[in-house]
Nanobody, 121 residues
Framework: VQLQACGGGLVQAGGSLRLSCAAS????????TGWFRQAPGRERELVTA????????YYVDSVKGRFTISRDNAKNTVYLQMNSLKPEDTAVYYC???????????????WGKGTQVTVSS
């Protein structure tokens, strides 16, 4: 599976961005997908994840109520809608896919290149 993330950019606090993760290769619809982020000097953290069917989702507490993950398996694409952005959301965002839905980084076998999200105050 090859993953390509896009949609990052510079936005003011309170603004919105939508990230997309387009997949090619194997049957993407059978893979769980997660969005991770890594800020300078910090560990890469799982922000949100979605099972292959979309029936299960996870959000880290800091983004609950502001971010929404969704997927369109017909388009082999997973989306991350980010609203009410805060400066602390500034990071490089990565999408990743794995056979099993989970919250652990090593469960994700395929990674895309990151897309930078910068939120100014």
């Amino acid at each position: 599976v090859q993953l390509q993330a896009c949609g990052g950019g510079l936005v003011q606090a309170g603004g919105s961005l939508r990230l997309s993760c387009a997949a090619s290769g194997r049957t993407f619809s059978r893979y769980a997908t997660g969005w991770f982020r890594q800020a300078p000097g910090r560990e890469r953290e799982l922000v949100t994840a979605i099972s292959w069917s979309g029936g299960n989702t996870y959000y880290v507490d800091s983004v609950k109520g502001r971010f929404t993950i969704s997927r369109d398996n017909a388009k082999n694409t997973v989306y991350l809608q980010m609203n009410s952005l805060k400066p602390e959301d500034t990071a490089v965002y990565y999408c990743a896919a794995g056979v099993d839905y989970g919250l652990i980084r090593r469960q994700y076998d395929y990674w895309g290149k990151g897309t930078q999200v910068t939120v100014s105050s």
